[in-house]
């Protein structure tokens, strides 16, 4: 149970804009114990999608910050930002994913209002893909040794 724990924080954390892994505990897990395969799945899947909800609810909430001096981004920086998501809007959220990129794409996405069910239906096709395709190519290596 610690070990689940382990990976929803890890997790969670990783979502938001810390500079955590999630997904090396994941394979580690899975290499321990991969009969619990979709349990670990579904546990990292939550902690993501629950710590990219954190992202966007700052997103949401601080937009009018924007212009204070201990604003994580630039007003160069998020302008770019917005000027992306309204290009590729809803889409780029499949890319939350992405190590350096998702993080700040979940945070635009409250500041740009996107509707909440879009956003979690999204982030979580995104994340629990990602993990998914993780576990695949760890199970997949642990049977092929």
Do not use: C
């Not at 997904?23 to 009969?35: F, M, S």
């Not at 954190?54 to 204070?68: F, K, P, Q, S």
């Not at 209002?113 to 998914?132: H, I, N, S």
Request: without cysteine.
């Amino acid at each position: 149970m610690l070990s689940l724990w382990a990976l929803f924080l890890s997790a969670f954390g990783a979502a938001t804009l810390l500079p955590l892994q999630s997904e090396a505990v994941l394979v580690g897990l899975l290499l321990r114990q991969p009969e619990a395969w979709a349990t670990l799945l579904l546990v990292a899947t939550l902690g993501n999608v629950l710590g990219s909800i954190v992202n966007w609810l700052l997103g949401r909430a601080i937009e009018h910050l924007r212009d204070r001096r201990w604003f994580p981004f630039s007003a160069h920086q998020l302008e770019r930002a917005q000027q992306r998501y309204r290009r590729w809007g809803q889409w780029s959220l499949l890319l939350s994913w992405m190590p350096v990129i998702g993080d700040p794409l979940t945070l635009i996405a409250g500041i740009m209002r996107e509707p909440f069910w879009r956003f979690v239906l999204l982030v979580t096709l995104a994340k629990g893909g990602r993990y998914l395709a993780l576990a695949m190519i760890t199970l997949g290596w642990m049977h092929g040794r």
